[in-house]
């Protein structure tokens, strides 16, 4: 079975930085592209960075760009989102996600339970 | 302000039929990239329910069903049961952003 925790969420203060986790199994972790998601309370999905099988390709979303840093360990099954600068408007739940692919476009087949990131003073 | 624009919310009656938009641009499902669909119970993480514009996954229902044509896609649900009433979003790849994106999701409330 397929599992995907996701861990590392809490509060923080404006500018503040935490690192989100998320631990798979019940599958080759090596062999699938990841990506984060996240979601503000009562709003919808908002797509935040991939990262190829390998780690050595990294996609990031124009708000984020700069300020997050994804990757993984291969080693240990376990895919990562540094957050750095942290504002108001990060305050989300933040799932990962398995990438799978079609012949045009990304999808996401198994998630995370999620990690929820409260950014406030 | 989603690049995928879906209704706010849909509603219906058990055992009806309900249908859900959801409408793009030229960079997106007009480019021919491919649309795929997500339920999101309350309070749980979502759920892949098509694929590829209108793929099931193994254990999604035969009553979901997906269609895509020109910029526009959408959702079917038929037989419609309260187990059904979720969040329902949509999403594709847009060549402007260079991205995933997902339309602004949609209610479904079962009557």
């Known amino acids: 079975e397929v599992l995907l925790l996701d861990s590392g969420g809490g509060l923080v203060q404006p500018g503040g930085s935490l690192r989100l986790s998320c631990a798979a199994s019940?599958?080759?972790?090596?062999?699938?592209?990841m990506s984060w998601v996240r979601q503000a309370p009562g709003k919808g999905l908002e797509w935040v960075s991939a990262?190829?099988?390998?780690?050595?390709?990294?996609y990031y979303a124009d708000s984020v760009k700069g300020r997050f840093t994804i990757s993984r360990d291969n080693s240990k099954n376990t895919l990562y989102l540094q957050v750095n600068s942290l504002r108001a408007e990060d305050t989300a739940v933040y799932y990962c996600a398995r990438r799978m692919t079609t012949l045009t476009t990304f999808y996401f087949d198994y998630w995370g339970q999620g990690a929820l990131v409260t950014v406030s003073s | 302000q989603s690049v995928l624009t879906q209704p706010p919310s849909v509603s219906g009656a058990p055992g009806q039929r309900v249908t859900i938009s959801c409408t793009g641009s030229?960079?997106?499902?007009?480019?021919?990239?491919?649309i795929h669909w997500y339920q999101q119970l309350p309070g749980t993480a979502p759920k892949l329910l098509i694929y590829?514009?209108?793929n099931r996954p193994s254990g999604v229902p035969d009553r979901f069903s997906g269609s895509k044509s020109g910029t526009s896609a959408s959702l079917a649900i038929t037989g419609l049961q309260a187990e059904d009433e979720a969040d329902y979003y949509c999403?594709?790849?847009?060549?402007?952003?260079?991205?995933?994106?997902f339309g602004g999701g949609t209610k479904l409330t079962v009557l």
């Open positions: 590829g514009n209108s």
């Open positions: 019940g599958f080759t972790f090596s062999s699938y592209a």
């Open positions: 999403q594709s790849y847009d060549s402007s952003l260079s991205g995933s994106v």
């Open positions: 990262i190829s099988d390998s780690g050595g390709t990294t």
């Open positions: 030229s960079s997106n499902i007009g480019a021919g990239y491919d």
